[in-house]
């Protein structure tokens, strides 16, 4: 499958999943066990570019790939995983050093 076919596959499933009630969401949602979601991205060349940790314990991951495709995922403490977007053109924001005071 091509990185745009997937993205579009994946778009339709987050859109569905929004349009849900949220009973329904993870069961519409892209979800499975992280390291299977991962293995699936790699085969994509995205790799994970920026990670963080919510308060409750939720991993949040960007995987990026060479060609600017890229993906969050969210996965519980528990590892269960879910894409909770997919896009393009992804880039880094450049920042400014600040001058030392």
Do not use: H
């Not at 939720?58 to 519980?76: A, N």
């Not at 528990?78 to 001058?99: D, F, H, M, N």
């Amino acid at each position: 499958m091509s990185t745009r076919a997937l993205t579009l596959t994946l778009a339709t499933g987050i859109s569905l999943a929004v349009a849900m009630p949220a009973k329904a969401e993870t069961e519409t949602m892209n979800c499975a066990e992280r390291e299977a979601i991962v293995a699936k991205l790699t085969n994509y060349k995205e790799e994970a570019e920026a990670i963080g940790l919510n308060k409750d314990g939720t991993l949040l991951e960007v995987f990026v790939s060479p060609q600017g495709t890229w993906t969050v995922l969210l996965s519980s403490p528990q590892g269960q995983s879910c894409i909770a977007a997919i896009g393009e053109a992804w880039q880094l924001k450049i920042t400014s050093q600040r001058p030392e005071s």
